[in-house]
């Protein structure tokens, strides 16, 4: 499941730093977390990060985007692999 920001959130930028995806970026108003890139944390912790830092409780599971552990696993690989292809090649 990907997760999502409530309105409760008071900006508060701990969370950010934390999400080993780069899936939360400051909004509009509040920060957000992008469904395409959160992956619960699956393949780089046992918990979801965000949610152990943030003090006022306000990052629940997303209602659409509700996913199954394979298809986490599954958008974990794809962003390890855009990683890997996005970074420059080693030097030799
Ligand atoms: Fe990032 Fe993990 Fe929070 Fe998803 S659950 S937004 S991957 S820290
Ligand atoms: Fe908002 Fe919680 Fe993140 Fe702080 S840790 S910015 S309150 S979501």
Request: aromatic residues 4%; contains cysteine.
């Given at each position: ?14 969370c ?65 692999q ?11």
């Amino acid at each position: 499941m990907a997760l999502m920001i409530t309105d409760e959130c008071i900006n508060c930028d701990v969370c950010e730093p934390e999400c080993p995806n780069q899936a939360i970026s400051l909004g509009k108003e509040i920060y957000e977390i992008d469904p395409a890139r959160c992956t619960e944390c699956v393949g780089h912790f046992n918990e979801p990060q965000c949610v152990q830092v943030c003090p006022v409780s306000c990052i629940p599971i997303h209602p659409e985007h509700v996913e199954s552990q394979e298809t986490l696993w599954a958008k974990y690989r794809r962003l390890q692999q855009t990683a890997t292809a996005a970074a420059p090649p080693a030097s030799a």
